[in-house]
C-alpha cells in the first residue's frame, strides 16, 4: 500500500495565492487516490498556507486560499496538522524559513 500517492499536475501549472510557489503535483494521504477535486485541501509546501482547490479541469487547477471558516475547521483535521508540522520541521532541518 502506497501511503502517499502522488500525482503530477499536467498543463497550467497552479501558483499557491499566498505566497507565489509553483505547485507543480499533488500527493494523497493514506488510502485516496491523488486527483484532486473541488473543494479538497492542500498545504503549500512553500509557505505551509492551507489552499483549496477551486477549478480542477484536465489542464486547469486553481487554488486559493481558505476562508477563515473553513481554517477553524481544517486546523481541527489531525491530518492537516500533521502535514503542516512535518512541513515545519523539514524546512528547519534544511536550514530553510517558509516562504
Do not use: W, Y
Request: hydrophobic fraction near 35%.
Amino acid at each position: 500500500m502506497n501511503l502517499f500517492p502522488s500525482r503530477k499536475i499536467e498543463g497550467r501549472t497552479p501558483h499557491c495565492p499566498s505566497c507565489g510557489h509553483k505547485l507543480d503535483g499533488v500527493a494523497a494521504c493514506g488510502e485516496h487516490d491523488a486527483t484532486p477535486k473541488v473543494g479538497d485541501v492542500t498545504v503549500c509546501i512553500a509557505c505551509n498556507g492551507i489552499l483549496v482547490f477551486k477549478v480542477v479541469k484536465p489542464r486547469s487547477v486553481i487554488l486559493r486560499k481558505a476562508t477563515p471558516e473553513e481554517l477553524q475547521e481544517f486546523l481541527r483535521d489531525p491530518i492537516v496538522t500533521t502535514i503542516r508540522v512535518t512541513n515545519l520541521q523539514v524546512h528547519r532541518k534544511l536550514g530553510r524559513d517558509l516562504a
